[in-house]
């Protein structure tokens, strides 16, 4: 399976705690996505490593990709109960056929205020 | 202003039935998505079309049928509905075929009783 699998499966921290997610894949990717995910709604985008990069920040968020070890974390610093979610990772495979994203089982992160 | 609007949102139907899910993006996007996510919040893609044109046909049982009439617009016919049917399905939108940002809809969710 290509299927990117995600730890942990749920985390639960206090307001102002910073969340570290991870994922791990199997394949060679060209990029690697994070989505979120809150309860009843659709994914919405947040970040985009390309293969070639190491770190990305986007405001709170801070990505890393280790292509040696087909991982990558995204950090949510100072974390606020807004931030209560399901978040994704998403690979697109080196022999990516139609553009087809792999996303694994997601980490249910809950912020307590 | 909705980029990509699905129809309807919420769809209870017996067994046996057929039904069908619309979905528009008004993003410029020309390529679109069925994704099905289970109870277990597993997304996986069952269609991809690019310009009017079948791309992605995973395993997906012949009740499913996709059709775009145009590549703004992509529906979801799905015949003699099963229980197994029941889950979230997600439209969702891009440009090309390169594994770039994928923008969703908010999500049907279909329960077959």
């Known amino acids: 399976s290509q299927q990117g699998e995600e730890d942990p499966q749920a985390l639960s921290i206090q307001e102002g705690e910073n969340a570290t997610m991870n994922c791990s894949y199997k394949?060679?990717?060209?990029?690697l996505q994070w989505y979120r995910q809150n309860s009843g709604r659709g994914l919405v985008h947040l970040i985009l490593i390309r293969s070639n990069e190491r770190e990305k920040h986007s405001g709170r968020l801070r990505v890393t990709l280790d292509t040696s070890k087909k991982s990558s974390s995204l950090l949510i610093t100072a974390s606020r109960a807004a931030d209560t979610a399901s978040y994704f990772c998403a690979t697109d495979p080196t022999l990516n056929q139609g553009g087809k994203l792999i996303f694994g089982q997601g980490t249910e992160l809950s912020v307590k205020p | 202003d909705t980029a990509v609007s699905q129809t309807p949102k919420y769809l209870v139907t017996q067994m046996g039935n057929d039904k069908s899910i619309k979905c528009e993006q008004n993003l410029g996007h020309d390529t679109m998505y069925w994704y099905k996510q289970d109870s277990k919040k597993f997304l996986k893609i069952m269609f991809s079309y690019n310009n009017k044109e079948l791309i992605i046909n995973e395993t997906v049982p012949n009740r499913f049928s996709p059709k775009s009439p145009d590549k703004a617009h992509l529906n979801l016919h799905i015949n003699s509905l099963e229980l197994g049917d029941s889950a979230v399905y997600f439209c969702?939108?891009?440009?090309?075929?390169?594994?770039?940002?994928?923008?969703f809809g908010e999500g049907s969710w279909l329960t077959v009783v």
């Open positions: 394949t060679s990717i060209n990029n």
């Open positions: 969702a939108s891009t440009f090309g075929n390169s594994g770039n940002t994928i923008y």
